[in-house]
């Protein structure tokens, strides 16, 4: 069975600075994909940055990164140049299945606290 | 703005209530999804449609049941549900399954049953 971890339950970060959000997985699949959603205090929750298996660079969009290291199963999330707005909570997702459908397992998530 | 639209966003029934949720997509999506969130949790998926058909119920107690009645919209039908049921009910669909083909979330509807 698939299995996603992020052992941070919580994080601090001052204004204007890095942080990464931690998150292994374990999966016997070879093809798999791994996203990352922000969740703020309103509920909805927000795609960040995905990376598949057979990619051979790290994903960016933006201030978002993703750091693969696939011989440790490990999908870290970096935020660069940290906003105010970043405070919520982050979850690391692994997709399940193929077909018709996306099959999302989540990680419990780290709660991400940017200080001015 | 979200473009996965859910509504109510705040629900209040009683255990013998019979209520309706609901969420509606315009991308063309062709999956969706039902994800049952309880606080400081993460989301927990209860339903996948792919092409208007149910393919995934991960054991979900009968006092829910879905419905797609249409490639845009979903229902969750709410019966005779018991307080430990109140929690974040997050809609959400996709373009297909495959690389990417994120899931686009709605902001969820919070239900607390008495």
């Known amino acids: 069975a698939q299995k996603i971890t992020q052992t941070q339950p919580g994080m601090f970060v001052q204004e204007k600075e890095a942080v990464t959000l931690d998150c292994t997985y374990d999966?016997?699949?070879?093809?798999?994909?791994l996203f990352w959603y922000k969740q703020p205090s309103s509920g909805e929750m927000i795609f960040l940055i995905y990376q598949g298996s057979y990619d051979q660079q790290n994903a960016t969009e933006g201030r978002y990164s993703l750091n693969f290291q696939k011989a440790r199963k490990s999908a870290n999330l970096v935020i660069s140049a940290s906003q105010l707005g970043d405070s919520a909570m982050y979850f690391c997702a692994m997709r399940e299945g193929a077909g018709g459908y996306n099959k999302l397992i989540f990680g419990a998530g780290t709660r991400l606290a940017v200080h001015p | 703005d979200t473009e996965v639209t859910q509504t109510p966003k705040h629900l209040v029934m009683g255990m013998t209530n019979k209520k309706s949720l609901k969420c509606e997509q315009h991308?063309?999506?062709?999956?969706m999804y039902w994800y049952k969130q309880k606080a400081k949790k993460p989301p927990e998926l209860m339903f996948v449609y792919s092409y208007e058909k149910l393919s995934i119920n991960e054991s979900v107690p009968s006092r829910f049941s879905p419905e797609c009645p249409n490639s845009s919209l979903l229902n969750l039908h709410l019966h005779a549900l018991q307080p430990e049921d109140s929690a974040l009910y997050l809609c959400a669909s996709s373009p297909s399954g495959g690389p990417l083909g994120e899931l686009f979330f709605g902001e969820g509807s919070r239900l607390t049953v008495l």
């Open positions: 999966t016997s699949d070879p093809s798999y994909g």
């Open positions: 991308m063309g999506h062709r999956a």
